[in-house]
């Protein structure tokens, strides 16, 4: 993990894309989930933890 880097994920028009902010907003969704003993709220907290990308013959990370 040391030679990781964080990247930007950014659309074709160039807006960074706020997953960050979604992911808070999953987690909180999914503290509400089990509060209502929802069975799969686990599922929901968990869901796109990480994130992969993989760099193609171009340079570019898809």
């Given at each position: ?61 898809n």
């Amino acid at each position: 993990m040391a030679n990781e880097k964080v990247l930007v994920d950014r659309s074709k028009s160039g807006k960074v894309r706020p997953w960050r902010e979604r992911k808070l907003e999953n987690l909180q969704y999914g503290d509400y989930l089990q509060i209502l003993h929802y069975k799969k709220a686990h599922r929901v907290k968990e869901c796109g933890e990480v994130l992969r990308f993989v760099e193609d013959e171009q340079g570019h990370k898809n």
